[in-house]
């Protein structure tokens, strides 16, 4: 029996049908309750039996004469008997289109259900066809039912979930195309170094030499760019556990770490903190994204001027903020919304580019946006730039954005 | 051959004039757009090695404007760009090959030789001028089945020659194409290189090939 239930046909296992099934069984039953009901009422109330005793009478004439001429030899009951006898066979045949009309109830209820069923379960069968087109890997599809019930409210979380996941998919192409032509560049001066010059036995010596040296530097831009990518894709798969971190602690640590630098490029590191100004996030990529923060002040500020960070909580709204100031050339405003693309350098292409990608930002960004927070610039040319980085500090979802002004003040002019 | 190598990454652009010029073509470089446009339009380029992303010019711009030039050099696109529609759309712009960093350098010497090939309207790698023979792969020189050592610029100058046989060529016209812009244009440099040339086409005691045009220049041609 078991068995034979698990090789039912797949109709039979359909939603559909035991949907229908379901409905009509439980019509069924009250149909049957009711009907029953009402039969037992009935029956209850009238004499409803057979005819038990009947007597044999003989009809005929009684003649003139005094005679009796039988005519023919009848059975009489009494009426009361008749009575009950007529009650009972009413209720049989009562019994009987009950057992017939329920019959049909119950046919007909399977084929309505099964229609609504059907009816019911489109929007379903609309968002398996979506699925399966995204399994083909055409990720721009979208249910997009517009209802107001609850497979609508599926099909927006599943059309929102959709997005999301095209969103990350784009970037993350996006990301390994750029990233393969950034390193198509230092691959290609290794090659040809090699190829043609450190292959051939009869270079100058100086010629060597300089291809080594060349050699030497491409490998460490692509070590770094490959590290920089890591942390990247790192940065950007999303956060599961969300321990507490203290960010007023992690920056200024970041900063102590940044002394030795700060007084080899005399540099003053100024630094302002909260206390204790705690949230949720990871520890680790809050303090690369502070790193990054820093060291690009650090990397552009002249000699001489001060690197200021701060940290701090907005005011009345659940949001914290690292800021980091410096007074270095500033970034054009046609340029200020490019920063924190992958890969853009504010320097020329072909100048000395001390090793870095230009990935730096961009973590940054991305760090920031996987916490719910966002990075703003504050720019002005010849005077310096604020890179602030705003955190949540709550879980909460929807939040108001952070102030858009910046919380510290530009360096004076 | 006289090439231009426009490349913006020192790193590459000096391996790349190193390497050429030791495959005995005479390399110009330019660092930019700019200058690369400057120099094709003052010099008469065979082949221009082109990469596509400069810090001053679209590097398909570039390569339009070159094309155009009367002078008409052979272009072969570098780029780290490798999607299909990139490869057509630099096709489409003029260019005559297309090479995907990183890329071995003895393709791209089989690549140049290929595009420059076209030019003297030869299949394969041996320019044949009667009995003398020169093979551009292997960088050697067979007059009347001896092998003949020549120096690089002896070489070059050779080739040039043996893709122009029977046309007169000016020793201005062999500077521009056999020298590179470091050669001093008023130097005795082209009229040595082709005497040395010469004394060792006529070491053997056959009828030299290469005969001088008083005034006009110089004609290689099958000796008769």
Redesign the interface.
Same mark, same amino acid.
């Given at each position: 029996m078991r068995q034979l239930w698990a090789r039912r046909p797949a109709w039979m296992r359909s939603i559909r049908f035991r949907l229908a099934m379901l409905s009509s069984t439980v019509l069924l039953f009250i149909a049957t309750a009711v009907v029953g009901g009402i039969y037992l009422a009935v029956a209850h109330n009238v004499q409803n039996e057979p005819v038990t005793e009947t007597f044999q009478a003989i009809e005929g004439i009684d003649r003139t004469d005094g005679t009796f001429k039988p005519l023919r030899r009848i059975e009489v009951a009494e009426v009361a008997d008749i009575e009950a006898a007529v009650n009972a066979e009413t209720l049989a045949s009562l019994r009987a289109y009950s057992v017939y009309a329920l019959a049909g109830l119950f046919v007909t209820s399977l084929a309505v259900g099964w229609l609504l069923a059907a009816r019911a379960l489109r929007p379903v069968r609309d968002i398996a066809a979506t699925a399966k087109d995204v399994q083909a890997g055409d990720l721009s599809r979208r249910v997009a039912l517009h209802r107001d019930d609850e497979l609508g409210t599926l099909a927006e979380s599943i059309d929102a979930m959709l997005a999301h996941l095209d969103e990350v998919f784009t970037s993350q192409r996006q990301f390994v195309d750029d990233a393969s032509h950034e390193l198509r560049t230092p691959l290609a001066v290794i090659r040809t170094n090699v190829d043609a010059v450190l292959a051939r036995p009869d270079v100058p010596e100086h010629e060597r030499s300089r291809a080594v040296a060349v050699v030497d530097r491409a490998v460490d831009r692509m070590t770094r760019l490959v590290e920089d990518m890591l942390a990247a894709a790192r940065s950007a798969a999303p956060m599961r556990v969300q321990p507490a971190v203290n960010l007023s602690a992690v920056v200024h640590e970041e900063v102590e770490e940044f002394t030795t630098l700060a007084v080899e490029r005399e540099l003053e590191l100024v630094v302002e903190l909260d206390h204790d100004v705690v949230l949720p996030a990871d520890p680790d990529t809050v303090r690369r994204v502070v790193d990054n923060l820093l060291a690009n002040a650090v990397r552009l500020a002249p000699r001489g001027s001060v690197v200021a960070t701060s940290v701090g909580r907005s005011p009345g709204a659940p949001w914290a903020f690292v800021a980091v100031r410096d007074e270095g050339p500033g970034i054009a405003p046609e340029d200020q919304r490019r920063v924190f693309d992958r890969f853009w350098r504010s320097d020329p292409p072909g100048t000395e580019q001390d090793g870095h990608a230009g990935l730096g930002l961009s973590i940054v960004r991305e760090v920031a946006e996987a916490h719910g927070g966002l990075v703003r610039l504050h720019s002005q040319l010849g005077v310096g730039s604020v890179f602030v980085l705003w955190l949540p500090t709550s879980r909460e979802r929807g939040l108001a954005p952070p102030p858009s002004g910046s919380p510290v003040a530009r360096a004076a002019v | 051959m006289r090439l231009l190598v426009v490349e %913006?990454? +020192? %790193?590459?652009l000096? @391996?790349?004039h !190193?390497?050429?010029s /030791?495959a005995g073509y005479a390399v110009d470089g330019a +660092? /930019?757009g700019t200058e690369a446009l400057a120099k094709a339009t003052q010099t008469t380029y065979d082949l221009v090695v082109l990469d596509l992303?400069l @810090?001053d010019m679209d590097g398909l711009e570039l390569c339009r404007r070159v094309t155009a030039l009367q002078t008409r050099p052979r272009v072969l696109i570098?780029t $780290?760009? %490798?999607g299909i529609a990139d490869r057509v759309h630099g096709l489409d712009q003029g260019a005559d090959d297309y090479l995907?960093? @990183? !890329? $071995?350098?003895?393709e791209l010497l089989a690549r140049v030789r290929a595009l420059l090939r076209r030019d003297n309207g030869t299949a394969g790698s041996v320019l044949v001028c009667g009995a003398l023979e020169l093979d551009l792969v292997r960088h050697e020189v067979w007059w009347h089945q001896q092998p003949l050592s020549l120096t690089r610029k002896e070489f070059a100058v050779l080739e040039y020659l043996m893709t122009r046989q029977g046309a007169v060529v000016s020793a201005e016209e062999l500077l521009e194409h056999v020298w590179d812009e470091n050669a001093d244009p008023f130097t005795q440099t082209v009229r040595v290189t082709v005497g040395t040339l010469r004394r060792k086409l006529a070491a053997g005691n056959h009828p030299t090939p290469l005969e001088t045009v008083v005034g006009r220049g110089y004609r290689l041609r099958e000796a008769s």
């Open positions: - | %913006d990454e +020192p %790193d590459l000096h @391996p790349l !190193f390497g050429l /030791n +660092p /930019n992303g @810090p570098l $780290a760009r %490798d995907v960093k @990183p !890329f $071995a350098f003895p």
